[in-house]
């Protein structure tokens, strides 16, 4: 039986821990980033724990809050993604080499 690799992450949980970061960094609370988005702080809070499947209005809104971009936002969530490929990869590959080494 073939294992199968571990699920990717999804873009909401890469963009909900994108956010979290950026609000940690600046220092700002919960409530502070919501009222300046315009939403609640139990949605954003949400949103950072990937519950929720925010539309790009709702991120941008976010975004803004934080003073940075939506293309900057889903560019930073695209790089961990690809970094997370390309350790999974590598990793995979150690494995492959490994195997064929014991043979």
Do not use: C, I, N
């Not at 709702?58 to 809050?65: H, S």
Request: net charge positive; hydrophobic share 45%.
């Amino acid at each position: 039986m073939k294992k199968s690799a571990a699920p990717e992450p999804l873009w909401r949980d890469v963009v909900g821990t994108e956010l979290r970061l950026r609000r940690r960094r600046r220092g700002d609370t919960l409530a502070e980033v919501a009222q300046r988005a315009g939403v609640s702080p139990q949605y954003l809070s949400e949103m950072e724990r990937g519950r929720k499947e925010p539309s790009s209005e709702m991120l941008a809104a976010v975004a803004g809050a934080l003073e940075s971009s939506l293309l900057d936002l889903t560019m930073a969530a695209a790089e961990q993604l690809r970094e997370r490929a390309t350790v999974a990869a590598g990793s995979h590959a150690q494995v492959r080499s490994l195997f064929t080494l014991a043979a």
